[in-house]
Nanobody, 116 residues
């Protein structure tokens, strides 16, 4: 399974970015997809996840109300709309997927930098 991410970059505080990630797994094998992030010197943390059949979402408390995760089942793609970005959102964002056989896969990561 390969995950291809796009959409990272440099943005000023208060700005927005839309991350996207497409999996090669095939729709009927994906249980959930989502995004994790890792800032320098910190552990990787879950940002947002969404189940593929039901669209049930889960968010890190600090991003609730600012980030929105969504998915396109036909395209095996997950999106992360990030709004009102803060400097503390700066991190490498990793796409993640879990398949029905419990296996997990990660994308290579995309850098998000929030700075003026």
């Amino acid at each position: 399974v390969q995950l291809v991410e796009s959409g990272g970059g440099l943005v000023e505080p208060g700005g927005s970015l839309r991350l996207s990630c497409t999996a090669s797994a095939g729709t009927f094998t994906i249980s959930a997809m989502g995004w994790f992030r890792q800032a320098p010197g910190k552990e990787r943390e879950m940002v947002a996840t969404i189940t593929f059949p039901g669209g049930i979402t889960n968010y890190l408390d600090s991003v609730k109300g600012r980030f929105t995760v969504s998915r396109d089942r036909a395209m095996d793609t997950v999106y992360l709309q990030t709004n009102s970005l803060k400097s503390e959102d700066t991190a490498v964002y990793y796409c993640w997927t879990s398949l029905w056989d419990k296996s997990e896969y990660w994308g290579p990561g995309t850098q998000v930098t929030v700075s003026s």
